[in-house]
């Protein structure tokens, strides 16, 4: 597909690319992806210990969300009690190379970002 209907598809509400983008780029999914990238697999309270500042109920929706999307695995097993363990999958890690670019441009271009938001504080 041309890279110009692409963009121009991404103004329209409806659009599917858009609806990824936007679910993916939300608050807390990057944050979860990027924590489930350090480990295999990781239980709840692991994730949310390593994502302080986000409430339990978040975590549970976002986890859900990011589920349903085919990028995290859910993992039940048959103990008492329960253990629930989360992973990404397959189709999360062809995302990394792209959340890593991301994250390598914000460290790049984090001072200079400061500084204009201060200045911009100052007009």
Not at 44 to 58: E, L, R, T
Not at 77 to 87: G, I, N
Not at 94 to 112: G, Q, V
Request: net charge neutral.
């Amino acid at each position: 597909m041309n890279r110009k209907i692409i963009a121009r598809d991404l103004l329209y509400p409806d659009c599917p690319i858009r609806n990824i983008l936007a679910r993916i780029g939300d608050k807390w999914s990057m944050l979860i992806l990027y924590t489930l990238a350090d480990s295999e697999c990781m239980r709840f309270n692991a994730i949310h210990n390593a994502v302080p500042d986000i409430s339990q109920k978040m975590l549970t929706t976002t986890l859900r969300t990011l589920q349903q999307d085919g990028l995290v695995n859910r993992k039940i097993y048959a103990e008492v009690p329960p253990r629930v363990e989360y992973s990404l999958t397959e189709r999360a890690t062809t995302l990394l190379p792209h959340l890593n670019s991301l994250i390598n441009w914000s460290l790049e271009n984090f001072t200079a970002i400061m500084h204009d938001r201060e200045i911009s504080l100052i007009e």
